[in-house]
């Protein structure tokens, strides 16, 4: 049975880190502010509660009172992240939108070639 909630554990613990790798590559890749935060505030979350239900289900491995009372504590860390770290991105961005940070708008195909058009 140990064996099971360990496999599982290190299993939400992978899948919590190839998330945040994820949210790295978004943060790295995107194009403006609005996009990067959007990246980081959702796989942020999604990794960080991943990895501490994993570390919670390593910790109940038998099922005493300090263990048990230990997991409950990081799921309620989990609990506490997963309210506050949308809250707290959509803050960031609102900050952001009412500084005047423009978002990425895609340049007009149309508009670019008849810009790139020789000249008569």
Not at 60 to 81: E, M, N, P, Q, Y
């Amino acid at each position: 049975m140990t064996t099971l909630i360990h496999l599982l554990g290190a299993l939400s613990i992978i899948c919590g880190l190839i998330f945040f790798f994820g949210s790295v590559v978004g943060v790295v890749r995107f194009p403006d502010f609005y996009t990067r935060m959007h990246a980081a505030g959702k796989g942020d979350t999604l990794s960080t509660i991943l990895i501490l239900l994993g570390a919670a289900l390593f910790i109940i491995t038998d099922f005493s009172r300090a263990s048990t009372l230990a997991a409950v504590k990081i799921l309620g860390i989990a609990l506490f992240i997963m309210l506050t770290s949308p809250t707290s991105t959509h803050a960031l961005m609102q900050a952001g939108y009412d500084d005047g940070i423009k978002p990425f708008e895609k340049p007009d195909a149309d508009k670019t070639k008849q810009d790139d058009s020789p000249a008569s």
